[in-house]
């Protein structure tokens, strides 16, 4: 006689070292816990949103590299060469043009002006929020500007990191010009400063191995100075690999890819002057195998609630997001539709404007919002994945599957074209996870077909079965548990 058993499917993605022990991927979902306390089940999966496109800028060969909302109204984007003023109305104007690299930029702004740090080179946005096509660039002249990779602002001033170097730079009060001798240096440790980022009204500089932090003592000689015993022995892999996000609260806190003297790939989160570590050994294990993490990406954002902080590795073709509400991890991964593989996410830059939030493509010239009521990534399938823990028998038999079943949102379906009569591909491994030689395309519900269910009979037998269900088609994809009706086979 069969009996029903709950199986193990709600979770994050932790693929571990040996798929035997943790076969768990998450790819384009997230996980949200239940905040009611009433609800059906603890948590669900909920589908990564897709990508609506608003604007396709002319790049000049090169991707989206940084973007800065300047007001309610007007925000400014660097595409490959090309800089642009863009409305909340998503008009955009040509303003200039920078030198075309493939690196990110870095960009801060004082309210009245925007600094750009580029690598080698910097620039300067006026902008003119009246007339948003006049607003003017021109490039840093200056025998003291020895560029930088990051720049941000505080109290007045613009700081730079002075790459090559442990120095920092700052500009004069309330001005963007720069002194010789307006400088100084991340001397805890002596290793070269890598990236800056100010929080809460301190600035911490991202060494190689170390991590100092600074703040406006007001001395009239040079105002950014060391807080004593700020210091954390652990520093950063990259000048870019590093974002900032806010809490409900309002509190802020910094988040870094780390590096020091035992190694390097841990991601760690800001706690007061200390760092934290926030990543597992799952996603270390799947960082150590990239070429490299010095060219890692960080960036962030919030929606309905959710605070992700994400690092995008281009050399590993790979995009890691942590959800700060569940302190789970997940994968977001666009699907190439000239060879159906997976690839690092379209975007690595956000920005929250005109009441959307913003994504820059990586490749090209395209600008994005993201919209979690939209199931495509602007045209392009988004799979939605999810690889479940094991379900293995406890007396180390045989189970008989005779019905399996995922609790999700059925009748979802679209009223015309693909999607219409949307399918869940199920699969199935008996060998750990290594391989799922067994598939089967399940309905989850033509519109209004509230009352279906995701079922699967007859899947055969296994002492230890690993499941994967996969979404393609372009429909709501909610997934809250799962089930089996299975008894013991002796033979």
């Given at each position: 006689m069969s009996a029903v058993q709950p199986v193990p499917f709600i979770g994050g993605a932790s693929l571990s070292r040996s798929r035997n022990f943790d076969p768990q991927q998450l790819i384009n979902y997230y996980v949200e816990a239940s905040g009611s306390g009433q609800a059906r089940d603890v948590a669900m999966l909920v589908g990564c949103p897709g990508l609506d496109l608003?604007?396709?800028?002319?790049?000049?060969?090169?991707?989206?590299?940084?973007?800065?909302?300047?007001?309610?109204?007007?925000?400014?984007?660097v595409a490959g060469s090309n800089v642009y003023a863009v409305t909340n109305g998503w008009v955009s104007y040509l303003i200039g043009s920078i030198i075309l690299r493939q690196t990110p930029v870095s960009m801060a702004s004082n309210g009245?002006?925007?600094?750009?740090?580029?690598?080698?080179?910097?620039?300067?946005?006026?902008?003119?929020?009246?007339?948003?096509?006049?607003?003017?660039?021109?490039?840093?002249?200056?025998?003291?500007?020895h560029g930088a990779d990051n720049v941000d602002f505080l109290d007045d001033y613009f700081i730079f990191n002075w790459p090559g170097t442990g120095k920092f730079q700052i500009t004069g009060l309330l001005s963007t010009s720069l002194s010789g001798l307006d400088f100084a240096s991340a001397e805890g440790s002596p290793d070269l400063l890598l990236g800056l980022r100010v929080n809460q009204r301190e600035v911490w500089l991202f060494g190689e191995n170390s991590t100092e932090i600074f703040y406006n003592s007001g001395n009239a000689s040079f105002p950014i100075e060391r807080i004593q015993g700020a210091f954390i022995e652990k520093g950063i892999v990259g000048p870019y690999a590093h974002s900032k996000a806010t809490n409900p609260d309002g509190t802020a806190h910094l988040f870094w890819l780390s590096a020091d003297d035992n190694g390097q790939g841990i991601a760690v989160q800001s706690q007061g002057y200390s760092a934290v570590r926030i990543s597992k050994h799952e996603q270390e294990f799947a960082w150590a195998q990239y070429p490299t993490l010095s060219d890692a990406i960080g960036c962030t954002y919030q929606q309905?609630?959710?605070?992700?902080?994400?690092?995008?590795?281009?050399?590993?073709?790979?995009?890691?997001?942590?959800?700060?509400?569940?302190?789970?991890?997940?994968?977001?991964?666009?699907?190439?539709?000239?060879?159906?593989?997976l690839n690092r996410h379209r975007t690595a830059t956000a920005m929250a404007f005109a009441g959307r939030i913003v994504v820059g493509d990586w490749e090209n010239g395209k600008v994005y919002a993201f919209n979690l009521d939209r199931y495509d990534d602007a045209g392009d399938v988004l799979p939605a994945i999810r690889t479940a823990p094991h379900f293995a028998s406890a007396t180390n038999v045989n189970y008989i599957f005779d019905r399996f079943w995922i609790d999700m949102e059925t009748g979802v379906g679209l009223s015309s074209g693909q999607g219409s009569d949307p399918q869940m591909i199920l699969e199935w491994s008996d060998d750990g996870g290594h391989t799922f030689p067994n598939s089967r395309s399940i309905p989850i519900g033509k519109v209004g077909e509230y009352g279906r269910r995701a079922i699967a009979t007859k899947t055969g037998r296994s002492r230890d079965r690993v499941w994967r269900s996969t979404i393609t088609d372009p429909v709501k994809r909610i997934l809250i548990g799962a089930g089996a009706s299975v008894r013991e086979c002796r033979q």
């Open positions: 608003m604007l396709n800028l002319d790049s000049g060969g090169g991707g989206i590299r940084g973007m800065i909302r300047f007001s309610k109204t007007l925000a400014f984007i009245q002006q925007i600094v750009m740090a580029c690598g080698a080179e910097g620039y300067i946005i006026t902008p003119n929020p009246g007339n948003p096509a006049a607003s003017a660039i021109s490039q840093v002249v200056n025998l003291n500007f309905e609630g959710h605070t992700f902080p994400a690092w995008h590795f281009p050399s590993g073709n790979a995009s890691w997001y942590y959800d700060l509400t569940t302190q789970l991890w997940h994968q977001r991964a666009w699907r190439n539709p000239g060879n159906n593989s």
